[in-house]
T-cell receptor
Framework: AQSVTQPDIHITVSEGASLELRCNYSYGATPYLFWYVQSPGQGLQLLLKYFSGDTLVQGIKGFEAEFKRSQSSFNLRKPSVHWSDAAEYFCAVASGALVFGKGTRLSVIA | DADVTQTPRNRITKTGKRIMLECSQTKGHDRMYWYRQDPGLGLRLIYYSFDVKDINKGEISDGYSVSRQAQAKFSLSLESAIPNQTALYFC?????????????FGPGTRLTVL
């Protein structure tokens, strides 16, 4: 069965520091991958998506993600984190519906 | 106006009560979904519908039922609510012609069962 693993439940970074959130997937075919962000008390907003082609995809708010088939990974990165990036981040793979990871909560400290 | 709306946004109810959560969309999408979110568990699929005559169970459908009243409306019912159904519920839509199945989410309904 398809699955998504986000190994880090909670990450704390300093404002201005770089960020990498990990995502590993299990899927038999070519995966369609997504990263969503959920700010406190809000719904889900799509950050970026990967379908095919260039393995480095750019998203909104300065985020990017790199698809690595050999590692079954789709890690999310940002070079310099802002306090407003504090939120919960979900990785998902499309399989009919979406299969989500359990999320990584990002805290940003001054 | 939001493309995917959910009503109510917040609801507190008692154990044993019947409750309906409603989802409407103006995106013209054929596919609609209901997910629930629990802390530390991410989002899990309850039911989904690929058109008006199509209803499918998801990962955690027990205790829930759905109705697809029209292309634009997809309701989730809890026939007899229990406390462990306290969660944040999301409706989502996607376009049948989109083979990648990108989904668009509503704002969520926070349900508390006492």
């Amino acid at each position: 069965a398809q699955s998504v693993t986000q190994p880090d439940i909670h990450i704390t970074v300093s404002e201005g520091a770089s960020l990498e959130l990990r995502c590993n997937y299990s899927y038999g075919a070519t995966p369609y991958l997504f990263w969503y962000v959920q700010s406190p008390g809000q719904g889900l907003q799509l950050l970026l998506k990967y379908f095919s082609g260039d393995t480095l995809v750019q998203g909104i708010k300065g985020f990017e993600a790199e698809f690595k088939r050999s590692q079954s990974s789709f890690n999310l990165r940002k070079p310099s984190v802002h306090w407003s990036d504090a939120a919960e981040y979900f990785c998902a793979v499309a399989s009919g519906a979406l299969v989500f990871g359990k999320g990584t909560r990002l805290s940003v400290i001054a | 106006d939001a493309d995917v709306t959910q009503t109510p946004r917040n609801r507190i109810t008692k154990t044993g009560k019947r409750i309906m959560l409603e989802c409407s969309q103006t995106k013209g999408h054929d596919r609609m979904y209901w997910y629930r979110q629990d802390p530390g568990l991410g989002l899990r699929l309850i039911y989904y519908s690929f058109d008006v005559k199509d209803i499918n169970k998801g990962e955690i459908s027990d205790g829930y039922s759905v109705s697809r009243q029209a292309q634009a409306k997809f309701s989730l019912s809890l026939e007899s609510a229990i406390p462990n159904q306290t969660a944040l519920y999301f409706c989502a839509t996607s376009d049948l012609s989109d083979s990648y199945n990108e989904q668009f989410f509503g704002p969520g309904t926070r349900l508390t069962v006492l």
